[in-house]
């Protein structure tokens, strides 16, 4: 059945594939015309920033319309890396809570965990937590990073829609993570939630950040990574999507505009489902997922 939030999401992504347009025409693609002859008076010319404003105040005043319940009664563990900017994350906090959901807790995934330096530090403590919840859920022989990221959905994740208490297990992993300053959070006996949005900030190690979450997302209900547009060019989210976004896993780029922080909580509707895909203005699978 189509819905009207269904509609309206299809206009807010002709919009930013528009605003996407503007911007590479006027950028590099600009002078694959025919010649010099067919220049644009420059009276005549659209500012290149318009229709990206346009985007940006378009999806910004419908973003109640887009989301409008989406999430209710689901939760979201909210996971920065690289520091992402404090304003970001606040926004995308507040469209959670615009769709009806909650976000369960902040996590931060530390940067002796994300910068790759510290491989034999994770597999250690990985082997070691592993014994220690040993309730079938986590692949002892996957490799450290993969292995510590199903720690990692363990200790905040669940696949249950309505999310569940933290129980021993959870409790030994955060514990154990947080000890070795690899893990820290707003409130380690927050409730395990369905959904899981990784926010990105500086780059990060491509290995590292692929392992995590490929684990992650073997036991949470829904995985969403999130990052700036100069991730998705050139850094760590550009790096994710060309090794191949794990299986369920959405990403969203330009999250540092109203738009693409929209598009973040657009992609956590989506991902209930089981929905995978790479969206925002350098997403192969369109600008936004039209759920």
């Known amino acids: 059945m189509i819905t009207y ?3 309206v999401v299809s206009l807010v992504a002709v919009f930013l594939a528009l605003a996407v347009g503007v911007v590479l025409g006027g950028g590099p693609l600009a002078d694959a015309g025919d010649g010099a002859g067919d220049e644009t008076p420059a009276s005549a010319a659209v500012p290149q920033t318009s229709l990206g404003d346009y985007a940006d105040t378009f999806a910004a005043t ?3 319309a887009l989301l409008d319940g989406g999430l209710e009664g689901r939760s979201v563990a909210l996971v920065a890396t690289g520091g992402p900017d404090d304003e970001v994350l606040g926004a995308l906090t507040a469209h959670v809570e615009q769709a009806g959901g909650e976000v ?14 510290s491989t034999s ?20 022989d996957a490799p450290a990073y993969d292995r510590l990221g199903q720690l990692l959905g363990l200790a905040l994740a669940t696949s249950a829609p309505e999310g569940t208490p933290a129980g021993g297990n959870a409790r030994t992993v955060r514990q154990g993570l947080a000890g070795a300053d690899l893990l820290s959070t707003s409130d380690p006996d927050a409730d395990r ?42 850094g760590t989210l550009a790096a994710l999507r060309e090794d191949g976004t794990p299986g369920g896993v959405l990403s969203v780029d330009g999250v540092e505009t109203p738009a693409g922080q929209v598009t973040a909580a657009l992609a956590l509707l989506a991902a209930t489902g089981g929905a995978g895909g790479d969206y925002g203005p350098a997403g192969e699978d369109g600008a936004v997922p039209v759920t």
């Open 62 to 64: 419908t973003a109640g």
């Open 5 to 7: 939030r269904h509609h």
């Open 193 to 234: 939630a369905p959904l899981v949005l990784l926010v990105l900030g500086d780059d990060t190690d491509p290995d590292v950040l692929s392992g995590l979450v490929s684990g992650l997302a073997t036991v949470a209900g829904g995985t969403v990574v999130a990052a700036g547009s100069t991730s998705a060019r050139e």
């Open 121 to 140: 530090l994770v597999d250690t403590l990985g082997s070691r937590l592993v014994d220690e919840v040993d309730d079938g859920a986590i692949d002892p």
């Open 104 to 117: 369960a807790a902040r996590y931060e995934l530390l940067d002796r965990l994300v910068g790759g330096s």
